[in-house]
């Protein structure tokens, strides 16, 4: 079949919520994907951090064959090796005591959100908490995870949208502090704001927030699905502040391409909040995608990525900034390991749209922010082919 008939075909079929551009991936062999024509693409997108390993690596496609040929699906109503082995992998990687697997990064918001509305439904007796999220955040398309997203255009048509939610600014610690009261239940973050812009927190803010929550009772929720397994140089971005948070939320490369999210807790908040009845899934957790969370992070540690990640990215810094050097549109740079925004005054999309063409995917973040999240294996050969594409692109400017 045709380009341009598949696309036919999926614009016939498909809801049209996504702007999709014209490309039709086929396969992909490493750091770079090949589209139904042949052309070859290196992807500092990495499916939008999901693809950690980039594509076609050997030894996990085997650990997932080989649990396909076992067994895929049982229910949470038994217990089977792949979810234990999961479940042990996730708290050695987080430092956290107990996890649920769900089915995206959604939902692991949604669960973090009834553990919180529980634990404090148990500490008071009464229901009706708030919850502090943070303006220009971004958790997920769910009505709660919409709820605790501060930014208006993913909120305002989907209104009446749970109740209880205030907003703080990111990295301003006394914004937080004059809405925390004995109603706060939760204050939920993202280590790096990811579609808000490529921020990552300062330690005054992460330490600030961390005694505010132990002074008061309030659980603190770190968003990872973006910034975790590996991404910011440690294997969750809150170990570069040494700071634990009471939840933290995790998907994306956690399962390296197989949907699947988690949330993960403390000892003490899992034996004050949801006890059996109060939350489920009937896919969470299941054989297939458990293993491949256990190859997943064995794979991460085995192969040495994050500290791969933390030795390479300033390589990568020193190219964005040369950018900024040599482009007045290019007015800064931010982020932290391989999770980089370049920030121009030209229209971001025409950037990427561009770079597609001449065979680099690369993202958006926000209006002004060109996103990089290349997989974690990317090395310096790799940074300069894609700077070679980009600085080419951002010439036509």
Do not use: W
Request: charged share 25%; net charge negative; glycine share 10%.
């Amino acid at each position: 079949m045709e380009k341009q008939q598949y696309i036919d075909m999926a614009e016939e079929n498909l809801f049209h919520v996504y702007n999709r551009f014209s490309v039709v991936f086929d396969h992909g062999e490493g750091m770079y994907l090949y589209d139904t024509d042949g052309k070859k693409y290196l992807d500092f997108g990495s499916g939008i951090g999901v693809m950690a390993f980039g594509y076609g690596n050997k030894e996990y496609n085997d650990a997932l064959k080989s649990q396909v040929d076992k067994i895929l699906h049982t229910s949470n109503l038994y217990y089977h090796p792949p979810v234990i082995e999961a479940a042990k992998a996730v708290t050695d990687a987080t430092g956290m005591d107990k996890v649920f697997f769900t089915n995206s990064g959604a939902e692991a918001i949604e669960g973090a959100i009834k553990t919180a509305k529980k634990y404090a439904f148990l500490r008071d007796g009464f229901a009706g908490h708030e919850i502090i999220a943070m303006n220009h955040s971004f958790h997920g398309r769910t009505v709660g995870a919409v709820s605790v997203t501060g930014t208006d255009h993913y909120r305002d048509p989907f209104y009446p949208l749970m109740d209880g939610v205030r907003f703080a600014t990111f990295n301003d610690l006394d914004s937080v502090k004059v809405l925390a009261s004995k109603k706060t239940c939760a204050i939920i973050m993202e280590t790096i704001q990811g579609e808000g812009g490529i921020y990552p927190a300062t330690k005054e803010f992460m330490e600030g927030v961390r005694k505010l929550c132990d002074e008061l009772d309030i659980l603190l929720i770190i968003d990872e699905i973006q910034c975790g397994m590996g991404r910011s140089g440690k294997m969750y971005a809150y170990q570069n502040y040494n700071i634990r948070p009471d939840i933290v939320t995790t998907a994306k490369a956690l399962g390296a391409g197989v949907p699947v999210g988690a949330f993960a807790v403390t000892d003490k908040v899992a034996a004050s909040s949801l006890v059996p009845g109060d939350h489920g899934t009937t896919y969470g957790g299941n054989p297939f995608v458990c293993a491949a969370v256990a190859k997943s992070v064995s794979m991460m540690k085995e192969m040495d990525l994050p500290e791969h990640v933390e030795k390479t990215a300033p390589y990568l810094e020193e190219k964005l900034e040369a950018l900024t050097k040599k482009y007045e549109f290019a007015t800064a740079h931010r982020g932290m390991g391989y999770m980089q925004g370049l920030v121009l005054t030209i229209p971001v999309g025409e950037v990427v749209k561009k770079c597609l063409e001449k065979g680099l995917v690369v993202l958006s973040a926000g209006k002004d922010v060109l996103r990089l999240l290349p997989p974690l294996i990317a090395d310096k050969k790799e940074i300069d082919e894609a700077f070679t594409i980009l600085d080419s692109v951002l010439s036509e400017f």
